[in-house]
């Protein structure tokens, strides 16, 4: 007897739903598996062999024949146990076929026939449902996430036997086997989180640099700090998902579906409700920053999707890994091709960065630093020029005096304060690209800026002095131009004034002491 | 053979020293007499030189190879004099370790004429950058020779604002005079050659190392009549050159700086054991005594002094209340951002603009991320 069941296979972040094919015919008995199968899942004979045997059946002794189709789409993962554990009861009689057509299964089987957690979850589910399948069954631990799928009918079952009962009975019967999970509620979870996080009030002194963390949240512009080991850099960096505005449901599902993919969604913790930050340390290699490996994972930088990457002492990471990021900061997303296909994943992030000044880290304190100016020059210019033009705001940390971190007086902005102000730059953003695909200022084309930053008189006259005497590029122009927008955004201002002006300047030239350019 | 080709033979002998040189002139008697030793003589013990160094003496002696070399040297633009030279510069020859021959590119320093050595550390500050620019422009528009050794910092900022002034100046290096170190100082490298002077004891493709540098202070300091430090930590090279003006009988000036400043605190030592105080360059050039001066330096910053009045009057008015404010607070240390917020009250969101205004109006000057005043307003 032929039957099938529906199941899921995600390469990159891109789903295809799969028919597991099981043909049991009279014959020598015998158990055959086939459809481009992963080792993974060309080990699930046997523990679907033995799952069957302990949860109460015996393989009937036909001629078992499973096709994973389509047979061209590469299987891995260990996600087609259960599909296939069903299809094989559903062959062999003991299930009624036809219940199986407008449903999804997916699962890993224990050898006792426990039914465990796997990855990928939510874009299958997600898959299935724009599909039209909208019953899933799927392991008791992925519940959560699969239902926030809307639409979706979400099953979560813990024994391979409890399924088979479900699907045998009668369907009034049903719920009393295994109950539909309710739908997880996404606001109720992006609402929560909010109030976890570290907030920019911590941060004592260092006001220069708190004014322009806000101005690269609200535009969404790169940032790179400078300063002594100890001046904080690392407190600011780990505060600006704080400041940037709260995941809307379907950004959530999106993140959610990056992590789901890499395994790192938990069963409490089924949505990613904040926006990621992710800090890698230095010793990073290629692959795990842009992602990649035998079987394709997303990197760190897609992880950082939609939220904060931080390169804490970014002077050490290996020059060609930092050479990776290039082309996803132009692109918001990395391609990756390797054997088994090319992958594309989202890398739409806000790059923070911070490095010392020089190899003892005290430049520019005559009096603690004894580097030489040809070590400092060449200790910054292992950060390439060219991934150095990306970043729109540059600005030096300071070490705070003692005295200052004590003085709990002195009024420091917190991160609510730093939202509403953030807020007004968004929505004047919102408003101003409403019929466009870009949100922020950062984003805007070279066509853009030059329809939405026009300048005065004076203001241009500011901004030609300063193209003549720094040697700016017309790339450089075009950058100080979008920051000052965003600068002009957070003041509420329609035009963008010669203070605006001097602000973005300052922010895109303060670095020139460090590198001489 | 003439002499001055005997000399250049035996300076272009690697491995084979001043010092080497000198025991040999004083062992033969003349240079010819060194060219036509015997490899007996070579041998007395009281010579101290070892086989190679002989074999290097017994082996180079081509009089035709000598006589190319020299003259494809001279075709480079490269002169070469020896110590009895009548050219060789007269203050150089009178010290303890005279070098026994020097290579020049360039016009050797006038003799009669006042110089002053310009001297300090590398890795300086932006006072002692903004100090020695003034210093150096001042001294050189008086008609004053500044000698210095081109490295970074100090020395090449003295000698581009020499150059700048219109001065001459007269850069000693410590590799040969065919080589530019630091290849950062190419540009006043290559104005030197043209409108100054630049002096080795070593012969051209010498590379530069690290223990011909002290050596060249000894000719720096000779070349000089007075030695100006103008920032030094403590235990520099530029006390090395201070202790040397002091053997040979320069007199020694030191810029003072704060005490708590790491690069003044060899000045400041060199103050409290006698050294003159540099307290401005109109200062420094009524201490040494205006009979050197070929114009008058006072009634120029006199007149200078007036057109600032005028300048900063004309500013200030021009000035906002905010960036009055902000001027009040800066000095000649560069500050940063937070620092003149906090002095100044203004907040983040109007201090750039205020401090861009006073950029423009040439008031304050921006170092990397921070600022520090330019003209006294």
Known sequence: MFCYVNTGAVTGLKCDLIRVEVDSSPGLPCFQMVGYLGSEVKEARERVKVALRNSGFVLPATNLNVNLSPANIRKSGTSYDLPIAVGILAASGMIDPRRLEDMLIIGELGLDGDIRHVRGILPIVKEAVSHGIRKVILPISNVREGALIPDAEVIGASHLSEVREYLSVPADEQDGILRRADHTDITGYLQRSLEEAPDFADVRGQ???????????????????????????????????????????????????????????????????????????????QQALAGGGVRARPGLISLAHRGVLFLDEMTEFDRSTLEIMRQPLEDKQIRIVRSSGSFSYPADFMLIAACNPCPCGYYPDMN????????????????????????????????????????????SLSSADMRAMIEVARKRQAHRFRDMKIHFNAEMSGRDTDRFCRLGASEQLLISSAVETLGLSARSYHRILKLSRTIADLEDKDDISEAHLSEALFYRTSGTGYWGR | MEEILYAYWLSNLDGIGNKTVRTLREYAGSLEDIWNITPKELDDASLGLTQPMKNLILTSRDESAVKRSFEDMLKTGISFYHIDHPEYPPKLKYIYDPP????????????????????????????????????????ARAGVQIISGMARGIDGIAQEAALDAGGYTCGVLG??????????????????????????????????????????????????????????RERSGSLITADQALEQGRDVYALPGRVCDALSQGCNRLIRQGAGIILSPDDLLKEIGAGFIRDDPYEDTQTKKAEAVQLSLSASCLLSDDEKRLLSVMDYTPKSVDELCTGSGLDTARIYGCLMQLSLKGLIAQKGSRYILTKQP
């Open chain 2, 175 to 232: 590799c040969g005079v065919d080589i530019c170190y630091p290849e950062e100082n190419r540009r006043i490298y290559d104005r030197l050659i043209t409108s100054g002077c630049l002096i080795s004891e070593y012969h051209p493709g010498v590379p530069a190392k690290s223990g011909q540098f002290p050596l060249r202070n000894r000719i720096i300091s000779a070349l000089s009549d007075i030695v100006t430090v103008i920032e030094a």
């Open chain 1, 207 to 285: 006001e220069s640099v708190k004014r322009a963390a806000m101005v690269a949240a609200a535009g969404f512009h790169h940032m790179l700090m400078i300063g002594p080991p100890g001046s904080g850099k690392t407190m600011i960096a780990r505060r600006m998902p704080s400041i940037l505005p709260p995941l809307t449901p379907e950004e959530a599902l999106e993140i959610s579906a990056i992590y789901s993919v890499s395994g790192q969604l938990k069963e409490d913790q089924p949505l990613v409700s904040f926006r990621p930050y992710i800090a890698p340390h230095h010793t990073i290699t």
């Open chain 1, 368 to 411: 603690k630093c004894r580097c030489s100016p040809n070590q400092i020059a060449r200790y910054i210019n292992r950060i390439s020029g060219p991934l150095l033009d990306r970043i729109d705001i540059c600005c030096e940390a300071e070490s705070v005096e003692l005295c200052k971190l004590k003085d709990s007086d002195t009024p």
């Open chain 2, 100 to 139: 026994q021959g020097i290579y020049v590119k360039g016009r050797l320093p006038d003799p009669g004429a006042l110089s002053i050595a310009i001297v300090g550390a590398r890795n300086c500050s932006e006072y002692g950058k903004m100090m020695a620019a003034k210093i150096a422009s001042a001294l």
